[in-house]
């Protein structure tokens, strides 16, 4: 696709998959862009402008198909495809993440859990044995390691984010503190759990003095 699409946009697609998904288990064939705006909150002509990105999908008078509208987003998000997940860092984050078993329904499977503490060695987290760093050449080696998440102190991130490039990874899921903007031949998404919750503070204090 040669139309540059803006990260606003993207940013809401995981959400019309979810919405729409919730609307299948509900067993909702077709909806309209006002009915849909009513479920999420957003404006119907936002939710037609962003699906027009792609080329609209829905019909005159009918609304969207909703099997169709959420595979076709599904195809756009790439969930439809496997993609073999690593996780760097087996603290308490590691962990949760290594053991969230609805990634995987959604296309992302954890396949390795890696640390350098030598304690956590062979410790399983869900089917998954805890491996030292130093085994991460040969398992990249071996195996069609897509996505490394990132779950380590900030410190360590940049020059484990690059080895894991020269490795061959081609996505970074970073949750540590620090943002990896500056690294080339790789996509990054920069998760930073503190600032949802300084969001939802900021909130809290306009609610209370409302």
């Given at each position: 696709m040669d139309k540059k699409i803006s990260q606003a946009v993207i940013?809401?697609?995981p959400r019309y998959y979810r919405y729409l998904g919730e609307l299948l288990d509900d067993g909702v064939e077709r909806i309209s862009s006002n009915d849909l705006s009513k479920r999420m909150h957003v404006t119907a002509s936002q939710i037609r402008q962003d699906l027009n990105n792609f080329g609209?999908?829905?019909q005159q008078?009918?609304?969207y198909n909703v099997a169709y509208l959420h595979e076709e987003i599904g195809n756009i998000l790439g969930v439809h495809d496997t993609h073999n997940v690593i996780v760097i860092g087996a603290g308490n984050l590691g962990q949760a993440i290594a053991g969230y078993v609805k990634f995987e329904r959604v296309g992302f499977k954890i396949i390795g859990l890696f640390d350098v503490n030598p304690e956590l060695k062979g410790k399983m987290v869900r089917d998954l044995p805890v491996q030292m760093l130093e085994d991460l050449p040969e398992f990249i080696k071996n195996n069609d390691v897509e996505i490394a998440a990132l779950t380590l102190p900030k410190s360590n991130a940049k020059a484990t984010a690059?080895?894991?490039v020269s490795l061959g990874v081609?996505?970074?899921w970073n949750f540590a503190h620090?943002?990896?903007d500056d690294?080339?031949?790789v996509v990054i998404e920069n998760v930073h759990l503190s600032d949802?919750?300084?969001q939802l503070s900021y909130n809290i204090t306009q609610h209370k003095n409302k």
């Open positions: 940013r809401r697609l609209g999908f829905g008078g009918y609304g690059l080895k894991l081609h996505a970074i620090v943002d990896l690294i080339p031949d949802s919750l300084m």
